[in-house]
T-cell receptor, first 111, second 114 residues
Framework: GESVGLHLPTLSVQEGDNSIINCAYS??????FIWYKQESGKGPQFIID?????DKRQGQRVTVLLNKTVKHLSLQIAATQPGDSAVYFC??????????FGSGTRLLVRP | DSGVTQTPKHLITATGQRVTLRCSPR?????VYWYQQSLDQGLQFLIQ???????AKGNILERFSAQQFPDLHSELNLSSLELGDSALYFC?????????????FGNGTRLTVT
């Protein structure tokens, strides 16, 4: 089963290269951000989060960067692997404490 | 495996009918969230419960309702179904109710209204 529709922006990268997925968020008052990965037929899977008092956070092969000045969030994946192919969503906690999701980016990893 | 269980996995029903979707949160999580994912709208927040009480409401139609029971499982009831209600419905849970901890999602219920 497909996870989302056909009109997502798509990032195509070569296996082994680094990937950068970008997200513009809407609310300057948002104070908590999360990246999720969604594979076909599955629910979104937590990757990494960051609070607004930080600019950068690193996990295993992933780094999230937060630029509050321009309301921009990015997810960097090092040494991208075929298993990284999925749809990636950023989410922000808004001022009413709801987690609001972006529209998603499809990552395709070429062998 | 996120630890969040949703049943059924698939549901096919006719317009005008009513269905109930069920969610069991991760052990220890007090907060449950419902999201709708359709092809052209991404993940849309519907409603959140925390320890049995409604905490936040999103774009949930009046035909839809939800509740969280004392054992913390939750049900989403969809009535007077329309073709446009066909979508994936996800449940998620978290330890806190303030949205400042990660949500862990189940694998969803795919609803098809014919």
């Amino acid at each position: 089963g497909e996870s989302v529709g056909l009109h997502l922006p798509t990032l195509s990268v070569q296996e082994g290269d680094n990937s950068i997925i970008n997200c513009a968020y809407s609310n300057s008052a948002s104070d908590y951000f999360i990246w999720y990965k969604q594979e076909s037929g599955k629910g979104p899977q937590f990757i990494i989060d960051i609070r607004s008092n930080m600019d950068k956070r690193q996990g295993q092969r992933v780094t999230v960067l937060l630029n509050k000045t321009v309301k921009h969030l990015s997810l960097q994946i090092a040494a991208t692997q075929p298993g990284d192919s999925a749809v990636y969503f950023c989410a922000e906690r808004d001022s009413s404490y709801k987690l609001i999701f972006g529209s998603g980016t499809r990552l395709l990893v070429r062998p | 495996d996120s630890g969040v269980t949703q049943t059924p996995k698939h549901l096919i029903t006719a317009t005008g009918q009513r269905v109930t979707l069920r969610c069991s949160p991760r052990s220890g999580d007090l907060s449950v969230y419902w999201y709708q994912q359709s092809l052209d709208q991404g993940l849309q927040f519907l409603i959140q419960y925390y320890n049995g009480e409604e905490r936040a409401k999103g774009n949930i139609l009046e035909r839809f309702s939800a509740q969280q029971f004392p054992d913390l499982h939750s049900e989403l009831n969809l009535s007077s179904l329309e073709l446009g209600d066909s979508a994936l419905y996800f449940c998620a849970s978290s330890t806190t109710g303030g949205g400042n901890s990660p949500l862990h999602f189940g694998n969803g219920t795919r609803l098809t209204v014919t």
